[in-house]
Nanobody, 119 residues
């Protein structure tokens, strides 16, 4: 059993910044990709950013240049630095971790943290 605990969400004015953190604990195998997704009301969950075990990142076009993803492998933690926030960034942000143990793959999600950007 793995637990993903997210923190850092909240209410911020447009143009402001927030930093999300997601700490992974419990049964940890080989952590591959770590990422952030978001879901706004009435919309499907979408990829925000993902980072591989080697540090290669994939950032959604809608947040490129404003959001940065990073990870601390020693702490099993992934971060999302969000700058120049816009009202359209308002959503519940979910942490995602993909692990591997021999031939078995695991895909786990955090409980979500609300980010609200006021215009």
């Amino acid at each position: 059993q793995v637990q993903l605990v997210e923190s850092g969400g909240g209410l911020v004015q447009a143009g402001g910044s927030l930093r999300l953190s997601c700490a992974i604990s419990g049964t940890i195998f080989t952590i591959n990709d770590m990422g952030w997704y978001r879901q706004a009301p009435g919309k499907q969950r979408e990829l925000v950013a993902v980072i591989s075990s080697g540090g290669v990142t994939n950032i959604a076009d809608s947040v490129k240049g404003r959001f940065t993803i990073s990870r601390d492998n020693a702490k099993h933690t992934v971060y999302l630095q969000m700058n120049s926030l816009k009202a359209e960034d308002t959503a519940v942000y979910y942490c995602n971790v993909r692990q591997q143990w021999f031939e078995r793959s695991y895909n786990d999600w955090g409980q979500g943290t609300q980010v609200t950007v006021s215009s």
